[in-house]
């Protein structure tokens, strides 16, 4: 049977919409802002290195410099496309851009006879091109036999190198070398690529469907590309986020927020039932663990700069990040995040995945409802004081407040102010000022009191009062280290000084104790402090050593 050319021609999408010029890339303007300026300043080096993981565009900008270099109208920034040269680039057949493929041409005979050739003057174009793919894989012997030719080639030579493992060049390859770190691609620019590629073939891609691949290609094009020209055979002409998810296994960011929603609520049953749909449904569970510690990353970055994932989320995922993280303190994130990354390698070698899993949410859900130890104490400290002027602090708040420190304690200090004032330049003797704050505790403070005698004087840096500890005294520094306590000390210091000031405590280790003069005046005051009776009652506990 006879076969038509036309019906064997298909290319494939991340070859058909290959980037051809600097304004075509991709994600990467700090790369093609510079070489742009490199050639129209004509201050062209003579080996370049691109580095960056798969599919971000290495080997495409080091075609394009290699066009503009050698193209009939360069040394240009925009080169034509058309003539010899530019389309022989463009098809990998140029007699004056070498492609070697440094996995298989690795020894040190090639690299010989590489040097060889670089002798001999290009046959078209303006210079001769090596580029040189996965250089990382050449042998020390020929990276050592690629040097010299490396640092004083002919002037008609440039060599272009692209590595995924930057750290496997030799140091002497990589400072003869101009060296441009290609980025991993934001998902909002693939989405918006992928919708280009869809307008031009006449595909109905859906909105969600984009961001969907988007993701799963974790900041490569050429996987998304290859994802979407796969779904095309699988869909035909219309692609939805189901079509997506289904063909990859993936979970959509929607039931990823739901999941996450529910184990910050505490929503035990919820959350696993949704596991479980998932896990039904086929989902690949390790994936899942991985999108839900990728958007837990997500709201960790939002609490700390919400603008800071506009490129990478979609719109409607912002509002839950939003939503969600008034649910959750900074420290608690931080500790989920944890929980779920040691989750993930116990999962890699387990045959029950989905079991480890369950184990993790459960785990992750009940310790947001545990307290943690500084708010343990701190209500031991309101119970004591009866409510006293400190204002408790929620469970779920964060602990990144930047207000003043006697705002912060919930105390005015006189003539304190938000605004800053100029202030005098005034020392502090740190050593006549701590007996004043210790004499200002009151004897209702026990813990706070006993816990700041331990403590050294190491002097003042810039607004921090440095306090030093023995190491057996590490205790009474946890204890005046928790928020309540360091605030309560810090606005005494604040109404001696008149200043404001941030307590840095430290273990030294030349530090002798003060517990053994403490101990020695009143060896077992402590067992009928208030505030451990307070303790004995509130636990049931009793005092063993």
């Keep these: 049977m006879a076969i038509r050319f036309d019906e064997v021609s298909y290319e494939v999408f991340a070859r058909k919409y290959r980037p051809q010029t600097f304004d075509d890339l991709v994600g990467q303007s700090h790369v093609s802002r510079t070489l742009k300026n490199a050639v129209a300043q004509n201050r062209l080096a003579h080996a370049y290195l691109f580095v960056g993981p ?76 090596y580029l040189i793919d996965e250089v990382h894989m050449l042998s020390s012997a020929a990276f050592n036999a690629l040097l010299k030719t490396l640092e004083e080639p002919p002037e008609h030579v440039k060599f272009i190198f692209a590595t995924t493992e930057p750290q496997k060049v030799l140091a ?12 991993r691609i934001p998902a909002n620019l693939i989405a918006q690529h992928l919708q280009f590629i869809a307008k031009k073939e006449k595909i109905t891609l859906q909105p969600a469907a984009a961001h969907a691949i988007a993701r799963g290609a974790e900041g490569g094009l050429r996987d998304a590309e290859s994802m979407l020209d796969q779904l095309v055979a699988f869909c035909g002409e219309k692609i939805a986020e189901s079509d997506v998810l289904n063909v990859f296994g993936f979970t959509s ?45 997500d709201l960790l970055v939002f609490k700390a700069k919400p603008d800071a994932l506009n490129e990478d989320v979609d719109p409607d995922v912002h509002k839950s990040l939003a939503a969600q993280a008034e649910l959750v303190s900074t420290d608690r994130l931080l500790e989920l995040i944890d929980q779920f990354a040691a989750a993930e390698s116990r999962m890699k070698w387990a045959p029950n995945k989905k079991l480890h899993f369950e184990v993790a949410i459960i785990k992750a859900i009940q310790s947001l409802g545990q ?154 005051d402590f067992k009928n402090e208030p505030l451990i009776q307070d303790a004995i009652e509130l636990f049931n506990a009793r005092v063993s050593k």
């Design 54 to 129: 798969r599919g971000v565009g290495k080997t495409s900008t080091a075609r394009i410099l290699a066009k503009s270099l050698n193209c009939i109208k360069g040394p240009t920034v925009t080169p034509c496309g058309v003539c010899d040269n530019c389309r022989e680039i463009a098809g990998g057949n140029s007699l004056d851009v070498i492609e070697i493929d440094g996995a298989s041409n690795n020894s040190v005979e090639d690299v010989r006879q590489l040097r060889e050739n670089v002798r001999y003057a290009p046959a078209k174009g303006r210079y001769k091109i």
């Design 172 to 183: 002497t390859i990589l400072s003869r070398c101009q060296r441009f770190d290609l980025h």
């Design 371 to 524: 307290a943690t130890l500084d708010e343990v104490i701190e209500k031991l400290g309101e119970l004591r004081d009866g409510g006293g002027t400190q204002k408790p602090v929620a469970a779920g708040a964060d602990r990144g407040q930047t207000k003043p420190v006697a705002q912060r304690a919930g105390v005015t200090a006189p003539g304190y102010s938000d605004a800053r004032v100029e202030e005098k330049a005034t020392t502090v003797d740190p050593e006549k000022v701590w007996p004043s704050v210790l004499a200002k505790i009151p004897a209702q403070k026990g813990f706070v009191r006993n816990s700041a005698s331990a403590a050294h004087v190491l002097g003042v840096e810039g607004r921090n009062f440095k306090l030093g500890f023995a190491p057996s005294d590490k205790a009474a520094m946890d204890i005046l280290g928790t928020q309540a306590n360091r605030k309560f000390v810090e606005t005494l210091l604040n109404e001696i000084t008149g200043k404001d000031w941030t307590l840095k405590l430290t273990v030294n280790d030349e530090l002798v104790s003060k517990s053994t003069e403490v101990s020695e005046d009143s060896p077992n």
């Design 253 to 297: 960011e929607q039931t990823v927020s739901d999941l996450t929603g529910r184990v910050l609520r505490g929503e035990t049953p919820e959350a696993i039932d949704l596991l479980h749909e998932q896990s039904e449904a086929g989902k690949d569970m390790m994936r899942l663990m991985a999108d839900l510690i990728a958007y837990l990353r």
